[in-house]
């Protein structure tokens, strides 16, 4: 079974950046309570204030589907986006670690 990490890049809309923090932190603390799940991480931009990247890792890519397929995953999501004016979502695989 290979880890697998969701990711997303996310841009706050301008003078909404604590909101977006506040709101990703509740996000990320329901996130922590699903099986399979990790610590996830929100880091931001040295050269672009607003602009954050998060990842969090899975056990599998099938836990972090379940976590994507829950129906409270798009009301808290959604609570989340409605501070943003940029969102990508990524899956990633881990395929080295030194």
């Not at 599998?60 to 379940?66: K, L, N, T, W, Y």
């Not at 129906?71 to 943003?84: D, I, L, N, R, W």
Request: charged fraction near 20%; avoid cysteine; proline fraction near 5%.
């Amino acid at each position: 079974m290979t880890q697998s990490y969701s990711s997303g890049n996310w841009k706050a809309k301008a003078g909404e950046e604590e909101a977006f923090v506040k709101a990703w932190t509740r996000f990320a603390q329901w996130l922590g309570t699903m099986p399979g799940s990790g610590t996830a991480h929100l880091t931001e931009s040295l050269d672009e204030p607003g602009h954050y990247l998060s990842f969090a890792p899975w056990e599998s890519a099938e836990q972090m589907h379940a976590w994507k397929s829950d129906p409270a995953f798009k009301e808290k999501m959604g609570a989340v986006q409605a501070h943003v004016a940029e969102f990508t979502p990524t899956e990633w695989e881990l395929v080295a670690e030194v």
